[in-house]
């Protein structure tokens, strides 16, 4: 006899459903796993035989040999247990499970017959939702993230023979809780949003943030320690509308792929900060095993801070094609992933590892060569991606001053955000993209206008201050000091500003 049912295999974000069948056959008893499957997937012939006789549950007394189709493409992960659990009863069984051909199984089994959760609920739904799936059975704990895709019917099962009892169509009212498994804490919003009420002075180092918000460039913040640019680069979120409903179906695919539990879908911007002795994995994505997105697709439609970029050294570098490109693509011998990875990069760094180069009052204890080597940790294919750098100088005003005027709140500057992106979208209502920092040199060139005047970008071009890249970068910065500002086309006055932001000058001599 012979049984099937279905799953989703993950590679990446993308899923595809597989048909787990199993079929009985002569020899001794023992169970036969094919079909490409990882170290993980391999053990799960005996694990989901002690889960099946533990409810004393119909299991083949001799081979059996189960398949994973198609066989062409490897499977890796826990979450096939359940559905080699059904296909093994059904070859071993008579029982009539009408809803088996229509549903999709995802869970881990425990040797008792629990059913655990696992990561990438939320992309295997999608995934099965467009292949034309009507059901789901899904660990208990997840069926609030497995709801998020319409279009399915999702039950919850904490046991393996609750599952069963759903196929056979009799659905369970009060599913028992799924056993727990190793996840990532909630992605939950700070009881306290930072708000850049609290950043005190830095008036130039805000608008630096309000024009990186509004075109969604990129933004080198330096300066002294202690100076603000941690504070600042956090509260750049605090800007950015809200996720548009695709945005947002995206970006909580890629953060239950990454072992998150989701309550709902994501609407904000997300923030990833990793420590710089993040592994080259972590940061990218990757793994030994299972492809797994890293903090670079974790902060996708988000914000990625790069705090003391200097000491991530050599892994800095391999971000040059993401910023390019918006996602990476991880190869491994087995499999090929393609991770989304839109982000919006901000730097931060000291002038040297003392931090003291060239702050007035302050003695550096570091001498030229060790402050030429800690600076050019950051290599110049990075810095030319970037669109603004900044440099943060220390507030001369007292915490306490009672005469100064109090900062604006972040909400006030979010407005000014949201409607310099809407002209954006306007302006780009027929292209691919929807902010200034993702349009392409070509267009901006020659479909957009420019400025009858082009003196101070020549001029920088010629004492080699500018790249060719550059120029496209100031080119997208003075669109969005137009936004900003209100206007239909950029003057010799947005584009000079362009250029002091990008060559991380001030902005209070623009005229």
């Known amino acids: 006899m ?10 990446g974000i993308e899923g595809a459903v597989i048909e787990v069948e199993a079929a009985k056959g002569g020899g ?8 490409l499957p990882d170290t993980a997937l391999r053990e799960a012939k005996e694990r989901v035989k002690a889960a099946v006789t533990a409810f004393e549950l119909p299991w083949p007394p001799q081979l059996i040999t189960i398949n994973l189709s198609p066989a062409s493409l490897p499977k890796t992960g826990s979450h096939f247990d359940v559905a080699i659990a059904v296909a093994a009863i059904l070859a071993e069984s008579r029982w009539s499970m009408p809803l088996v051909a229509s549903t999709i199984l995802f869970g881990e089994l425990s040797l008792d017959g629990r059913i655990r959760n696992v990561r990438g609920v939320l992309p295997a739904m999608l995934a099965a939702a467009k292949a034309g799936f009507e059901h789901a059975i899904v660990p208990s704990a997840q069926v609030e993230e497995a709801a998020l895709v319409p279009g399915l019917t999702v039950w919850g099962a904490g046991r393996l023979t609750e599952v069963v009892q759903i196929l056979r169509g009799r659905p369970v009212d009060s599913p028992s809780e799924s056993a ?7 992605v939950e919003a700070s009881a306290i949003p930072p708000d850049l009420a609290d950043v005190v002075g830095h008036e130039d180092g805000k608008f630096a943030l309000e024009v990186a918000a509004a075109g969604r460039h990129h933004l080198y913040l330096h300066g002294a320690p202690g100076v603000g640019k941690t504070m600042l680069a956090s509260r750049l979120t605090s800007l950015l509308p809200d996720l548009t409903q695709d945005e947002s179906l995206e970006v909580s695919a890629i953060h239950s792929l990454a072992g998150h539990q989701l309550t709902g879908l994501l609407s904000r911007p997300p923030y990833a900060d990793p420590h710089h002795s993040v592994t080259p994995a972590a940061l990218l ?28 050294g050599p892994k800095l570098d391999a971000l040059r094609t993401p910023l390019e490109n918006g996602s990476i693509i991880i190869s491994r011998a087995r499999a090929t992933a393609l991770f989304p990875a839109r982000f919006q990069l901000i730097l931060a760094a000291n002038p040297c590892p003392c931090g003291n180069h060239g702050v007035a009052g302050l003695e550096c204890t570091c001498d030229s060569v060790k402050v030429r080597r800690y600076q050019e940790r950051i290599s110049g294919p990075i810095l030319d991606r ?11 005003r007292v915490l306490l001053d009672v005469a100064a005027s109090p900062p604006e709140p972040s909400s006030v500057v979010a407005e000014r955000v949201a409607e310099a992106r809407q002209r954006q979208a306007r302006r780009l209502a027929d292209t691919p993209w929807s902010t200034n920092g993702e349009v392409a040199g070509p267009y901006l060139r020659k479909e957009l206008p420019l400025p009858e005047d082009l003196g101070s970008l020549n001029s920088a071009l010629d004492r080699g ?3 060719l890249r550059g120029v ?12 900003l500002a209100g206007h239909d086309r950029i003057g010799p006055r947005e ?11 001030q902005l209070r001599a623009v005229s």
Not at 2 to 11: K, P
Not at 386 to 396: E, P
Not at 472 to 483: E, G, H, P, Q
């Open 285 to 312: 994505g990757g793994g030994s095993g299972e492809l797994k997105p890293g903090a670079i697709s974790i902060a996708h439609r988000g914000v990625l801070f790069l705090d003391e970029c200097p000491d991530f």
């Open 180 to 186: 727990p498994s190793a996840s990532l804490p909630p």
């Open 28 to 35: 001794l008893p023992r169970t036969q796993l094919v079909g």
């Open 386 to 396: 970037i669109d603004i750098r900044h440099q943060m100088v220390s507030t001369k």
């Open 465 to 467: 201050a500018l790249s």
């Open 472 to 483: 496209d970068k100031v080119l997208r910065v003075s669109w969005t000091l137009a936004d």
């Open 2 to 11: 012979r049984g099937s049912a279905w799953s989703v295999a993950l590679t």
């Open 495 to 505: 584009l000079r500003a362009a250029l002091r932001l990008r060559q991380g000058e």
